[in-house]
């Protein structure tokens, strides 16, 4: 793949959050301990189903730039209910008033199953039971394939100037603000004293 000015700058944009997110969520570790498995699960859930509401009026411009918008989220339901988690559905987010703004929420959904496939992986090689966690990699051996397809739409519509570089940004910062909302534990209060 051809190197991506768009991606190179959503990096820029957004790898601050995305650090804060690693260092703060302890993601990993609820995941591996399967009494906080299901909540953590129910987390994901929650962040999926608001950025496909966040899309979903994109779908066919997606598609005809060469992207196929994949749902995810009856498949994560199903993980959960394996783990005898409950769905709280919250509320759901409004659609992205720009195409901009939804390309920068998918590059969130997307890239995240990259470090999803690393968290697997992990979990996997010290025999971690996996049990409900397919949504962490469900594309498999496709996944590569399926990120560069994302990414050179992503280019090409920058590229077309039918979209603004700094829409996608925002989208890709607003994302990662509703993950860190939605994963991120929230901090004990500390005492006075
Ligand atoms: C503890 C939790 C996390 C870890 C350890 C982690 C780790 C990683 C790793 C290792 C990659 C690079 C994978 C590769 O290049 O093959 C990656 C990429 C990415 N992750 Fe995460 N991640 C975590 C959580 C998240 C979350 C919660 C989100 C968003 C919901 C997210 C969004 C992304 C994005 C957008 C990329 C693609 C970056 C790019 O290539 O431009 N990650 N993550």
Redesign the pocket.
Known sequence: MKSSPV?HA??LATGDL?RE??AE?R??LRLRDSATRPAMVACFLD?HRRVEAVVEPWRDELRDGGFEVRPRVREMREDLERLGGVDEAGEVASAAPTFGEALGWL??AE??M??GR??RRGLLQDGVPLTGLGFLDPWGDATGDHWRAFVTAMESACASGRVRQTDVLKGGRDA?KL?FAL?VPPRPIESAA
């Open positions: 991606l959503l990096r995305h997110i690693e969520s993601v990993e962040f590059y969130v890239g995240s990259l470090g690393v968290i990662f993950a994963l």
